[in-house]
């Protein structure tokens, strides 16, 4: 089974502290992304990378920004948490590029900015 | 961009009815459509997918339809358990992989 590891459950931290929130996958998989989960708006993209050293903007990238040093990981950084960034953060990974393929999800970190 | 649209936000239904989730999407590219059930505590995981060459695909007690012309796509599942209780979401894609999510639909089943 795919496996995609996220570093933390729960995280909070003070506004205007740098905040790296870690994904790891062990399928070797080329893309990987992020999406934060609110209520009543769904998954909402952040970023995603199709390789290595890649990135490419989602729906929302403003106020984050993300590493794809090594395949396998996917950092997501929160240059400067404020209080609406506080939400559930879904990372995801799937195999195949340039075509279509399901996610393979983490079980998620949930933030609090206070 | 895509954008996907997911009805009833809350479904509640008794033990052995059936539940019906409906999306619909904006972007005529997308060409794959997969549901996702998220449990308490977890991430969402893949129950069911079709693909846009396909108009209905049932795997036990589940079932997607798909209407290209109408753009809207629908999961059904037949004879709900407790179990069955979770957050599902649609999603719809095109060749980019950019996949996006409808907003979620909690579905409770009375025992």
């Known amino acids: 089974d795919v496996k995609v590891t996220q570093s933390s459950r729960y995280l909070v931290k003070r506004t205007g502290e740098k905040v790296f929130l870690e994904c790891v996958q062990d399928?070797?998989?080329?893309?990987m992304f992020w999406y934060r989960q609110d209520p009543g708006l769904g998954l909402r993209l952040i970023y995603f990378?199709?390789?290595?050293?890649?990135?490419e903007k989602g729906d929302i990238p403003e106020g984050y920004s993300v590493s794809r040093e090594k395949k396998e990981r996917f950092s997501l950084i929160l240059e400067s948490a404020s209080t609406n960034q506080t939400s559930m953060y879904l990372c995801a990974s799937s195999p195949t590029q340039g075509g279509n393929s399901p996610l393979h999800f983490g079980n998620g970190t949930r933030l609090t900015v206070t | 961009g895509e954008n996907v649209e997911q009805h009833p936000s809350t479904l509640s239904v008794q033990e052995g009815d059936s539940a019906v989730i409906k999306c619909t999407y904006s972007d005529s590219a997308s060409n794959y459509f997969p549901w996702y059930k998220q449990e308490l505590g977890k991430g969402p995981q893949l129950i069911i997918d079709i693909r846009s060459n396909v108009g209905e695909k049932k795997d036990q007690r589940i079932a997607v339809t798909l209407n290209k012309t109408a753009k809207h796509f629908s999961l059904h599942i037949t004879e709900t358990q407790p179990e069955d209780s979770a957050v599902y979401f649609c999603?719809?894609?095109?060749?980019?992989?950019?996949?996006?999510f409808g907003a979620g639909t909690r579905l409770t089943v009375k025992p």
């Open positions: 990378s199709y390789d290595v050293k890649m990135k």
């Open positions: 399928m070797d998989h080329e893309n």
């Open positions: 999603a719809a894609s095109s060749n980019n992989n950019d996949m996006r």
